[in-house]
């Protein structure tokens, strides 16, 4: 399995997920993983979202933990796992789309022979749903069809260049539905990536809140990461450092002009004793802390 073909794989998922996480990009990741986790170390995604940070790593030899108490990672985890039953099990309601229009193009398509509750056909019918959270589309089926159907073609290709990489998967991607705060690991990984989402500023509430009601599900608690002030970020810093080995690194990927965000991130790591210096990979400005060895500790 050549660089080539899972840079290939990484660029195809981009176009199915339906919000990657903005300038994560699979080089930057690899050069990150090659300094922070040589020796295919262990790595925690506590905010793991549309997963692709995951998958990058473990298709890559990384043993990978995601966690996101948010019921739609799973959607995500679960395609990576190409789970056919847990798809075909997944209910979906058209009624709960606000705009009539955009309600009877997704119901035109569900009753065509182009849907089935597979992970390609549902990814793209999804896709389609959290655009409507976004825009309204025309009053035409045919225009959201389209779209149905150039998504479904995208997440085949996805799925047919994921197949080699099934074994390895298997063995390298573990997912925990739980919040971060009550994150129950210990001394375990070699590199923490701490993105919450309320730190993007694509955080993509409209178009979820779409996908959620489509899905039948509640919205997310503060907990999952929205909730990104100082008090809220303590116990997620707090238990993602906790999860790191002696020596071990997290890394903050904040864009360099959200200024106030790291202002606030470096104000809750400061009350729980911990320094965050600036770094930079591939022309990339981050910040970065490593828990001490047990020798400095010491």
């Given at each position: 399995m050549t660089q080539d073909a899972k840079a290939g794989l990484m660029q195809c998922y981009r176009q199915i997920a339906w919000c990657p996480a903005a300038g994560l990009d699979a080089d930057w990741l690899n050069a990150v993983f090659r300094q922070y986790a040589a020796g295919n170390g262990r790595i925690l995604d506590p905010?793991?979202?549309?997963?692709?940070?995951?998958?990058?790593?473990?298709?890559h030899g990384h043993e990978i933990i995601a966690v996101d108490s948010d019921p739609l990672a799973r959607i995500f985890i679960e395609a990576i796992r190409a789970n056919y039953r847990y798809f075909k099990a997944l209910a979906v309601y058209p009624a709960a789309i606000p705009d009539h229009d955009a309600r009877q193009a997704i119901v035109h398509i569900q009753q065509s022979g182009q849907f089935d509750h597979h992970p390609a056909s549902v990814l793209a019918l999804l896709h389609c749903v959290s655009h409507i959270?976004?825009?309204?589309?025309?009053?035409?089926?045919?225009?959201?069809?389209?779209?149905?159907?150039?998504?479904?073609?995208?997440?085949?290709e996805f799925f047919f260049q994921l197949e080699p990489y099934q074994l390895?998967?298997?063995?390298?991607?573990?997912?925990?539905?739980?919040?971060?705060?009550?994150?129950?690991?210990?001394?375990q990984v070699d590199l923490c990536l701490f993105d919450p989402p309320g730190f993007r500023a694509e955080a993509p509430?409209?178009?979820?809140?779409?996908v959620r009601a489509f899905l039948g599900l509640a919205q997310p608690s503060a907990d999952h990461g929205e909730g990104t002030g100082e008090e809220a970020?303590?116990?997620?810093?707090?238990?993602?450092?906790?999860?790191?080995?002696?020596?071990?690194?997290?890394?903050?990927?904040?864009?360099?002009?959200?200024?106030?965000?790291q202002e606030t991130l470096l104000a809750a790591l400061r009350r729980l004793g911990l320094d965050a210096r600036g770094e930079e990979l591939q022309g990339r400005p981050f910040l970065a802390l490593q828990k001490p060895d047990q020798a400095n500790a010491a």
């Open positions: 905010f793991c979202g549309s997963t692709g940070l995951p998958l990058c790593a473990a298709i959270g976004h825009c309204a589309f025309p009053a035409d089926t045919g225009n959201l069809a389209d779209r149905y159907a150039a998504i479904r073609a995208d997440a085949e390895v998967i298997s063995k390298n991607l573990g997912y925990q539905s739980v919040a971060v705060g009550a994150l129950a690991i210990r001394n509430d409209r178009a979820w809140q779409t970020l303590l116990p997620l810093l707090a238990a993602c450092h906790d999860a790191l080995k002696a020596g071990g690194h997290m890394l903050f990927p904040l864009p360099a002009d959200h200024h106030a965000q």
